[in-house]
């Protein structure tokens, strides 16, 4: 038999905790919490799921949660001021500043009616995290490592890191196809906004590192579209994987606010996916530009080498002729002097022997005994030899004596001495 | 028989001529001689300046 005890109703129940609730919290709080589910129904309403989770860390658990909603007679006004206001819509994780009135329904349960949202709170907590990971970085030692990567003159090998259905993409791609330069552009794919954005970033990084002797820079681009949730780009563990990257990264992530702390980390901050193009075109340009001027100078050097060696070869080859000319014609002059000389020496050496011999024929002459004989010498001779002595003469002796025009016999009478014996 | 040799003889006869080692008898021989040789010098003495002249010339004209 069951006893009857005393009772009350589930109604009357969730009537008494309605009272409760209304007495306890009859005004609007502003109370402080975390998305962590978030969706607008056919209908117009916004349905919140809020958290607080202990301070562990990203990871930590909840330790409160409550639903809430806001109506949409309230939503389009509290949604895009919050979206003006931080240039970021309203998403999931992040932390919220509410307006609420606590209300409790007999079938539904407890409910915060969310009025107002106060975007200043969640401006301020993404930038305490924002400062929070560039600490992070800067204590890791990897703030300056992307930066510090030298960028290629030309880059022309780029693996881009976007969603193959973003408008940013399509408007890359066009503008590089528009460039006279060959890009050769390979895409990763990934998630480029929301919660999922930074793993799936991460994810795509992690492959492109794999094969990086293939490219000379990645792209991360991202772009088109409304305003969406890029607290993914300052988060932690993106910005630390692209400043660690090995390959200079640029980003063409196209927001319109504030820059991310990937941005910060990265070799080389766009603004869109269009100013990548440009940037790597125009990059391209100034090197082809250099080229030319290489070229321009080279030739220039060239021509201005060749024609002073060949004004000094003028010069020179003047030079020769002339100093040709001195040389042939002092030669000519020595040669006329020698020939002169020689002519001279030649005569005066004839002349010579012409006197020599002169002398020699007047003295030659001079012995001639026809001569000696007119100018009154004569010629004694005894047995057909002439005397030259009176030495073996004697008295009675006959001997010839032989004049210029005949002979005539003698006969010696007396020998006489003379001076000279 | 050279010019040098020819002239060399006629030195010789006349320096015997000079000394008077000649004996009259001989004089006559060696006074023709060296005429003789004289003569020869100088057709070759003249023979060597139409040498010249005509060398000179050539020289000239070689130019």
Redesign the interface.
């Known amino acids: 038999m069951t006893e009857q005890r005393g009772h009350i109703t589930l109604s009357e129940l969730q009537g008494r905790i309605e009272s409760a609730v209304t007495s306890a919290l009859p005004l609007p709080l502003w109370v402080c919490a975390e998305i962590a589910e978030m969706k607008v129904n056919y209908s117009g309403h916004c349905y919140l799921e809020l958290v607080e989770k202990s301070d562990d860390a990203s990871n930590g658990t909840a330790t409160a949660q409550a639903r809430g909603v806001i109506w949409r007679t309230a939503w389009p006004g509290v949604e895009s001021r919050f979206r003006r206001e931080n240039g970021t819509p309203l998403a999931v994780g992040m932390k919220i500043l509410v307006k609420a009135l606590v209300t409790y329904h007999r079938l539904y349960g407890l409910s915060l009616q969310i009025t107002d949202i106060d975007p200043s709170y969640t401006l301020g907590d993404m930038e305490r995290r924002r400062r929070m990971t560039v600490e992070m970085l800067q204590r890791d030692g990897v703030w300056d490592l992307n930066r510090s990567l030298p960028m290629p003159e030309v880059v022309q090998r780029i693996a881009v890191v976007s969603s193959a259905t973003a408008a940013g993409l399509r408007d890359f791609l066009r503008q590089t196809e528009r460039s006279p330069y060959a890009f050769r552009i390979e895409l990763f794919e990934a998630v480029m906004q929301g919660t999922a954005s930074s793993d799936s970033i991460a994810d795509a990084l992690a492959a492109i590192a794999e094969r990086e002797q293939e490219f000379d820079a990645v792209a991360i681009i991202r772009g088109g579209g409304g305003a969406s949730d890029l607290s993914c780009y300052d988060s932690y563990m993106l910005a630390s994987a692209v400043a660690q990257f090995p390959l200079p990264v640029i980003t063409g992530i196209g927001h319109d606010k504030d820059i991310s702390v990937t941005d910060m980390v990265a070799n080389t901050m766009l603004k869109t996916p269009t100013a990548v193009a440009v940037w790597l075109n125009d990059r391209a340009a100034a090197f082809d530009a250099g080229i030319e001027a290489a070229a321009a100078r080279l030739n220039e050097s060239c021509i201005r080498l060749t024609h002073i060696q060949s004004l000094r070869l003028q010069s020179l080859a003047l030079r020769c002729g002339s100093a040709a000319g001195a040389r042939i014609s002092s030669a000519r002059t020595g040669a006329e002097m020698l020939e002169k000389s020689l002519k001279r020496f030649a005569e005066s050496a004839l002349q010579r022997e012409e006197k020599r011999l002169d002398s020699c024929a007047s003295i030659t002459a001079n012995f001639a005994p026809q001569r000696l004989m007119r100018l009154g010498f004569g010629i004694a001779r005894m047995h057909g030899k002439a005397l030259r002595s009176t030495e073996g003469l004697h008295k009675g002796d006959v001997f010839e004596l032989e004049m210029c025009d005949g002979t005539v016999s003698a006969e010696i009478t007396g020998i006489g001495m003379g001076k000279e014996s | 028989m050279t010019y040098g040799e020819a ?1 060399a003889e ?2 010789e ?2 320096a015997s ?2 000394n008077g080692e000649a ?3 001989s ?2 021989v ?2 023709g001689r ?2 003789e040789l ?1 003569a020869l ?2 057709s070759r ?1 003249r023979k ?2 139409e040498e ?1 002249k005509r060398v ?1 010339e050539e ?2 004209t070689e130019e």
Do not use: G, P, Q, T
């Open positions: 002239m006629i030195e006869i006349i001529l000079e004996d009259i008898d004089l006559s060696r006074v060296a005429s004289i010098c100088r003495l060597a300046e010249v000179l020289n000239r």
